[in-house]
């Protein structure tokens, strides 16, 4: 018999949540930050690496995958779980970010979204429908509603038109989700940086009634202050009894707060993206591996760590693969990236079941702040 999809709210400290996120494919503990494999891969390390620091459930996408190889091709090979060697559960986004920031020529109609492909210009049309047909080609355990994002600047008039948009996108895509047992359907609230919109989007959805809710269209540029802002009055609108998905965000210091505000889940690029040109988050704050200053600094990132890329190889040597532009430097990096990011959700996971949240929050904070000097 699969398991029901579901959510469990295990305990509270102030507005941070600890909690579960049931599926048929297992649970995930939250706060939960989800590395992104957006082809079917998180960049530069072997999924094993990635189950080993203690991640439940990674993303996939669906505006990528559909391009390459295709849904149908990967349903054909057994679903996306299959074809890439993962076993747990899986989140994929429903591909609106992508239209918006990737796709050379756009156009968004009542029915959906066409665009020409930022690989090899085909043209292709996306509907709420589709995007909803990709997801359960993959076989991913949490599937997102087709949403417009908005690049910024935007007027109020064009958020409320995209925001108002997205909604009826929502109503058709909760349909074309149908019955899946073990999987969930999540919403997406929309509306900028406005409250009145912001409020009027998570309204619409509880209407419609979803698995989950999540926050899209932030951390586009407006700013960590004005973001924060954003989830302050956006995050007690949602229902308590469900996850609360922030999605796209974003760095360590983001993470802690949007927690501090209730949030429940995270997907970022940052983590490996950042290893990739050099910079390891740590407890210790960020570091960066390319200045000079490590080059001979035989001093591991932190000794205390359990994952071998932080407590295994010295900064000089990192520093060295760096300055050479060897794989193996950008490998390790990402894979110590992933490592805090899910230590860091421990931590914060621990301190709520402690009750000892907003003293966590305040030491991780002075423990960037004053960094590691040797």
Not at 160 to 167: I, P, Y
Request: hydrophobic fraction near 40%.
């Amino acid at each position: 018999m699969i398991k029901e999809f579901g959510f469990t709210l295990h305990k509270t400290d102030g507005l941070a949540r600890r909690g579960t996120v049931h599926t048929g494919r297992g649970d995930i503990r939250t706060p939960a930050f989800m590395p992104v494999g957006t082809v079917g891969t998180v960049k530069g390390l072997y999924l094993n690496q990635v189950k080993e620091t203690g991640a439940d459930i990674i993303l996939g996408n669906t505006y990528h995958l559909m391009l390459r190889p295709g849904a149908e091709q990967v349903a054909a090979l057994g679903g996306l779980h299959k074809f890439i060697g993962w076993e747990g559960p899986i989140l994929t986004d429903s591909g609106g970010f992508q239209i918006m920031s990737l796709s050379k020529i756009r156009k968004i109609k009542e029915t959906g979204a066409t665009f020409q492909s930022h690989i090899d210009g085909r043209k292709y049309e996306l509907t709420p429908e589709r995007a909803m047909e990709i997801q359960r080609l993959l076989g991913s355990d949490i599937q997102m509603q087709l949403d417009q994002c908005l690049e910024l600047p935007h007027t109020e008039e064009a958020g409320e038109k995209a925001m108002e948009l997205s909604l009826r996108w929502a109503a058709r895509s909760r349909e074309a989700f149908g019955s899946q047992p073990g999987r969930g359907n999540f919403g997406i609230v929309q509306g900028g940086t406005n409250e009145k919109l912001r409020l009027r989007s998570a309204e619409g959805l509880k209407q419609i009634g979803f698995e989950g809710y999540a926050i899209g269209g932030l951390a586009v540029g407006e700013g960590q202050e004005l973001m924060l802002q954003t989830i302050d009055f956006t995050a007690p609108a949602l229902p308590a009894d469900h996850p609360r998905y922030l999605m796209g965000v974003g760095t360590p210091e983001d993470l802690l707060e949007a927690v501090a505000r209730g949030i429940d889940m995270f997907d970022c690029v940052m983590p490996t993206r950042s290893g990739r040109h050099g910079q390891a988050f740590t407890r210790f704050g960020r570091i960066n591996l390319r200045n000079a200053k490590h080059a001979t600094d035989m001093r591991p990132l932190d000794a205390e760590h359990p994952c071998p890329a932080l407590s295994q190889y010295s900064r000089a040597y990192i520093h060295h693969l760096m300055r050479a532009g060897e794989l193996l430097g950008m490998m390790l990096l990402s894979w110590a990236n992933i490592a805090y990011y899910q230590s860091l959700m421990q931590g914060m996971r621990d301190a709520i079941d402690a009750g000892n949240f907003e003293e966590f929050r305040i030491t991780t904070h002075a423990q960037w702040k004053r960094g590691d000097v040797a």
